[in-house]
């Protein structure tokens, strides 16, 4: 399906095909938010109760525990930068006019 509205079509199809193509982008937006969060709340549940044992068996209990989440946090403390990089990339050669 094209980006842009069809100018051949009548403005009241117009008017609808823009409104189904928001409608799927507000879906899909969506669906990918609610996945990535739930992916981020899976990770920090096996975090806390996982890899503290499996990842850090040499540290004492409570530091395991902390060095756990703090990989946690260092994903989430990247998204932001990651997303200027492949913000930029993105811009400047996956839209060619």
Wanted: glycine share 10%.
């Amino acid at each position: 399906m094209s980006v842009t509205a069809d100018p051949n079509l009548a403005a009241g199809e117009r008017s609808a095909q823009a409104h189904l193509m928001a409608r799927r982008a507000v879906a899909g937006a969506t669906v990918g938010t609610a996945l990535e969060w739930f992916d981020f709340a899976l990770y920090g549940v096996v975090a806390a109760t996982i890899f503290p044992k499996l990842f850090f068996p040499s540290l004492d209990p409570p530091a395991s525990l902390l060095a756990s989440p703090a990989n946690f946090w260092a994903g989430l403390a990247a998204r932001p930068l990651g997303a200027v990089i492949c913000g930029m990339l993105g811009d400047r050669w996956g839209r060619r006019t």
